[in-house]
């Protein structure tokens, strides 16, 4: 993944194997730097303070904090385990920089605007279409969410992160770990790949741009993606991908206001009243509002949060950005209306929402919630400043999960709400759905083993909101499709090209936001 300029920092050749090996394994955690965000920092000065062998136990056997065990997943064998021990006391090699020519060099327009169709060639609901990642095999599927059929099965590269859907929900955007964008057009009869380019060397977020109002006619303009490596996030443009315009993050933390070399681009979310995209940077805890209107003369707002900022949505209004500082165990509330930071409050061990889940209790009014990395919990609080002041971002609820666990999922037409427990250890756990009722929370959760092989991550409604997508998580993959009122199964979707299925998005609710 990393280009042959840095190979000649890997001094020996047996560095080589753990040089490859972190950009996949290890940078999304603990940084290219190893300065550390949702792992902690392993720089060569502070391992150089351990001993090989207590370093390759940990590689391979991983810790009760969260990390894998790279060698109990199959993923390094006992001598590459020592090979990275002992690559984690050298000094971090710097990978390079990508500028715009690179980026441009790279973009591929396979179907040019003016050939694509004017309206759809198909009378499929193009607004239920499920985007499915299938991430080991470097491809993505659509999948029809009324008939259930799959309708392509596209090359998108290499670990696909997330799909996006256009404003107007023609197009998805997929963004790769390798940085690589696609764009697919979904007018077409069978729905391919219309554009690419590589504008990063490690991503994990895209979004596009969708105001429309006095202030212009933004809708699928531009897309912007979010870098890991190099830090910074690229403007391209939303019809075609070409790269535009390319938006450093290098800049000071929030509170001390230290220089970071590398201040990654986590969630980014597109704001539906400015032509603004809302961007989390991680390491130095900033919340960016990005005017994209005058690209030549761009403005922005900076608004400081908390640290190692990570996933997060809308509430049910739009209006506050709701975000993980997960390794400060706290959410963010930002103002993206009044360009403020409003609040942040702690919930539990490495909050993990996802986009989040918003929904209306009984007795708290409108609320939102996050499971965690760090224990088998759920955290709801109230996000309803002006109706429910007394309960707006307070912790009003809690409850035990299955286990520590990636996402949960609502949607306003649902009784439920869904959480995974993907990260527990205990044995059988992480093939568990858990569902919780909204009328009756404190009744506890639901749980059933919804598989005997791989391990359950992320849910996705369907459009009406009366069925619910779970992946299963292995090369054998499957996607399982219940009733979201009987909590039945309706339907399994196997074949050889499920291929390790994670993130899904049902076209309509990710354009507007329903989560
Ligand atoms: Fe993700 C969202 C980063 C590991 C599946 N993940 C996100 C977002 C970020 C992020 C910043 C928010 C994007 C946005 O909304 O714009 N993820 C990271 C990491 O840094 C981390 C911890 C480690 C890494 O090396 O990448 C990581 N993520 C994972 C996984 O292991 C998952 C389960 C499978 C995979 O693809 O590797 C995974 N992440 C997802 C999914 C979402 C996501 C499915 C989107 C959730 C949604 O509902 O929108």
């Given amino acids: 993944m990393l280009p042959s300029l840095s190979i000649c920092r890997a001094r020996r050749h047996d560095e080589y194997a753990a040089y490859f090996s972190y950009p996949h394994r290890c940078s999304g955690c603990h940084g290219s730097l190893r300065k550390g965000a949702t792992g902690p920092n392993i720089t060569a000065e502070k391992m150089s303070k351990k001993s090989l062998a207590e370093l390759e136990k940990m590689i391979y056997d991983g810790t009760d904090a969260g990390m894998p065990g790279w060698g109990r997943t199959g993923e390094l064998n006992r001598e590459e385990a020592a090979l990275m021990a002992k690559f984690m006391q050298l000094p971090a090699p710097i990978p390079p920089e990508m500028g715009l020519k690179a980026m441009k060099a790279t973009h591929k327009l396979y179907v040019p605007v003016a050939d694509r169709p004017t309206k ?125 315009k390319v938006i450093s993050t290098r800049s000071s933390t929030y509170d001390t206001n230290e220089y970071h070399p590398e201040p990654r681009v986590a969630a980014i979310v597109a704001s539906h009243h400015a032509p603004e995209w809302v961007v989390a940077i991680k390491e130095t805890g900033m919340v960016w509002l990005v005017d994209y209107s005058d690209l030549d003369n761009l403005s922005m707002t900076q608004i400081a949060t908390e640290r190692f900022l990570h996933d997060g949505g809308f509430d049910v209004t739009g209006r506050y950005l709701l975000i993980a500082a997960n390794m400060r165990d706290q959410i963010v509330v930002v103002d993206t209306k009044d360009r403020k930071f409003v609040t942040k409050f702690e919930t539990g061990t490495k909050p993990h929402p996802g986009r989040g889940a918003n929904w209306v209790d009984p007795e708290y009014g409108p609320v939102s919630a996050t499971t965690h990395l760090g224990e088998g919990l759920i955290t709801v609080y109230g996000s309803d400043p002006k109706g429910h002041p007394e309960h707006a971002w307070k912790v009003v609820r809690e409850e035990e999960t299955g286990g520590p666990g990636l996402f949960l999922k609502t949607h306003p037409k649902s009784e439920h709400i869904w959480t995974d427990a993907t990260l527990s250890k205990e044995e059988g756990a992480n093939q568990q759905i858990c569902v919780f009722k909204k009328s009756a929370f404190d009744d506890g959760m639901k749980c059933w083993k919804a598989t005997d092989h791989g391990k359950i991550v992320h849910f996705e409604y369907n459009k009406a909101g009366d069925e619910v997508w779970a992946s299963v998580w292995d090369r054998k993959g499957e996607l399982i499709i219940y009733d979201d009122k009987t909590l039945k199964e309706k339907k399994r979707i196997k074949g050889d090209w499920v291929v390790t299925p994670t993130g899904k998005w049902n076209v309509y609710n990710t354009v507007h936001d329903i989560y």
């Fill in 120 to 244: 759809p060639e198909h009378k499929r609901d193009i607004d239920n279409y499920f985007g499915v990642i299938l991430r080991d095999a470097g491809k993505g599927a659509i999948i029809d969410g009324g008939t259930k059929k799959t309708v392509a099965v596209l090359d998108t590269g290499y670990a696909v992160h997330i799909f996006r859907a256009s404003a107007t929900g023609r197009y998805f955007y997929t963004v790769g770990r390798d940085g690589k964008l696609t764009l697919i057009d979904l007018y077409e009869k069978k729905p391919r790949v219309v554009a690419e380019s590589r504008v990063c060397l490690d991503a994990r977020s895209v979004d596009v741009s969708k105001y429309k109002g006095p202030k212009g006619d933004f809708v699928d303009k531009y897309a912007v993606v979010g870098c890991y490596w190099p830090p910074q996030m690229v403007v391209v443009d939303g019809q075609t991908l070409e790269p535009i």
